[in-house]
């Protein structure tokens, strides 16, 4: 979760015949690896950016899985220039298409962003000291 100027890091998601939808970064933990070295390593495949982490916000039950969504500041890199396969062009014309975007956090509430439970705690701009968990039916 970076959250900068009262904006927070995302996803947009675009695929054909569907209406465009957006994401916080993240993804699926590689083998040998923990849950907090997954999330810097996706900030940078994903944002392009190296971030600290600052602790863990959320535990999400979305899409069948359990996901972990932890504090992150950023302490190098330029957001946009993610390199992680599903940011190139190829990948773009397979899955659609997958661009990092700055969103304000008072759109948070009106714009398909998912999982919908964390865009509204996120967007509540009051986030907890200790984890939560959610659980997200959507």
Do not use: C
């Not at 209406?19 to 996706?42: D, H, K, N």
């Not at 950016?49 to 916000?57: D, M, Y």
């Not at 990092?100 to 964390?118: A, N, Q, T, Y």
């Amino acid at each position: 979760m970076l959250i900068e100027d009262d904006r927070v890091a995302l996803i947009r998601r675009e695929r054909a015949g569907a209406s465009p939808y957006y994401l916080f970064p993240g993804g699926g933990i590689e083998a040998g690896e923990t849950a907090e070295q997954a999330a810097v390593r996706e900030a940078h495949e994903e944002l392009g950016i190296q971030v600290r982490l600052e602790g863990l916000l959320a535990v999400v039950a979305f899409n069948g899985s359990t996901q972990k969504y932890f504090r992150a500041s950023r302490v190098a890199g330029r957001f946009g220039t993610g390199t992680g396969e599903e940011m190139g062009a190829t990948a773009a014309s397979d899955t659609g298409s997958h661009t990092p975007v700055w969103m304000p956090l008072g759109d948070l509430r009106r714009l398909d962003v998912r999982p919908r439970g964390l865009a509204t705690l996120v967007a509540s701009r009051d986030l907890p000291s200790a984890p939560v968990t959610i659980a997200d039916t959507r």
